[in-house]
């Protein structure tokens, strides 16, 4: 695994920058990658109340998300504290310090079709500012066809209406007070989009405004990921009138409204 010092930070810098994701290649080691496999597997074993399955009941595969389990799955608090990965986040956003926001946990088991539409993520969140950063870490190889794909410059724009995956309904800003995304699959050509295909170990750093997308797994191949959400210095609490994705229940009574993620439930992870 990389130091973060030991990475071409000038050109990732710039990459990330000017396309709001970058890949960097064997960003973990084997040894976290075990980590985040064990991490995984307890996750599967014993879902959250916030967990989800994100296919449709006929997908002859299976795509299950679960949200915020570092606190009781010990693995994800490791690999965000000890890894490279928020350090990495800090020199990509320009940040002197970063906090983990929140974990994330997606697999698609073999044969599932569903894909992940086109979105941005921050409109889901409760959080305003700039220097944002997830990381996408898959324990599986995966393929350039099921792999994360960004509009390249889309964090630079505005934020677009966030709606639910499957029914594609405005649970969050009200109907009309953000443009819809547009219709890229639609329209491909008139887009830079920028993908890779991964092998354990590579990890996608992405901007939390990035329209990206996923596509489906095919045949006997399996796509686990973590992925840890990372905040920097600009990034304040937003309390919505709405439930968020993921939701902070009670928070809204202990950190008012612009402050910054200075709360036990976002732990500065970096620097250590």
Known sequence: MPAAADIDDASLVEAFRRDGAVCVRGAFSASELAVAKRGIERNLAAPSERALVASRPDDPGRFFEDFCNWQRISEYEEL????AAAEIAGLLTGSTSVRL??????????GTVQRTPWHQDQPYYNIDGAQTCSVWLPVDPVSRAATLEFVAGSHLGPWLMPRTFMDNQAKWFPEGSLADLPDIEANRAAYRIVGWELEPGDAVFFNMLTLHCAGGVEGPARRRVVSLRFVGDDV??????????????GLAAELP???????????VVWPR
Not at 80 to 83: G, P, Q, V, W, Y
């Open 257 to 267: 409204a612009g402050a910054p993620l200075d709360h036990p439930l976002f732990p």
């Open 101 to 110: 926001y929140h974990d994330h946990v997606l697999v698609k088991e073999p």
């Open 236 to 249: 304040t609490h937003a309390p919505r009138a709405w439930t968020t994705s993921p939701e902070f229940p």
């Open 80 to 83: 965000a504290r000890s890894s």
